[in-house]
């Protein structure tokens, strides 16, 4: 019998909380178990695998991440947005840094697999936030692409501890967001490449 309270929601979050402690290169189905003080064998009547368990951490984790950029640019337009955005990411990846790996490290499984719709989530909300440029159509998919490995880059080498001058990094980060939002204001009045085909 599958122990009371326990779920594949619960165990997955359990697994979740474990990776920002430990890293997510270091989740077993037996740490995983001894968190929750079971023994291993049971949390296969929650979950099939550690790679779905992996997998299932990832889908919670763009689900989260998309929320949290969501609700941090929730009426706001511009350069606002876009701090707001880039804040919330930065944020999350420092908080959940084992979650985040997880999400990079996953790919979806098909059309169905939940993945899809929860990576889809950071993805609308950063272009929610270009939206407000205005940008040509064709410089759209560039734009989220730039942003989007920009703020990955900053995040993941501040999380790792990437950064070794002394500057102070918030003073960075506030640096990179004003170079990003002026290249976009800029862009908005130049015409752009041909959108690529798909």
């Known amino acids: 019998m599958p122990r009371a309270g326990l779920d594949p929601a619960s165990v997955t979050e359990a697994a979740a909380t474990l990776v920002d402690e430990i890293g997510f290169a270091q989740l077993s189905m037996g740490l995983v178990a001894e968190r929750l003080g079971v023994r291993t064998p049971s949390l296969y009547k929650h979950v099939t695998s550690q790679a779905d368990l992996a997998h299932r951490i990832a889908v919670l984790a763009a689900t989260e991440l998309g ?6 640019t929730q009426g706001r337009v511009g350069g606002d947005a876009l701090a707001a955005a880039a804040q919330a990411m930065r944020t999350y990846v420092r908080e959940h840094p084992g979650r985040y790996a997880a999400l990079n490290s996953a790919r979806p499984d098909g059309p169905d697999d939940p993945f899809v719709p929860a990576s889809a989530r950071a993805l609308d909300s950063l272009s929610a936030v270009l939206r407000g440029y205005h940008l040509d159509p064709a410089q759209e998919i ?3 692409r730039m942003l989007r490995s920009t703020l990955h880059g900053f995040a993941t080498l501040e999380v790792t501890g990437g950064f070794q001058h002394d500057t102070d990094v ?3 980060f506030i640096w990179m967001i004003t170079f990003i939002d002026r290249g976009l204001r800029a862009a908005t009045a130049t015409p752009g490449p041909a959108a690529p085909t798909r």
């Open 67 to 72: 929320d949290a950029i969501r609700d941090a």
């Open 142 to 144: 560039h734009a989220l």
């Open 170 to 172: 918030d003073d960075s």
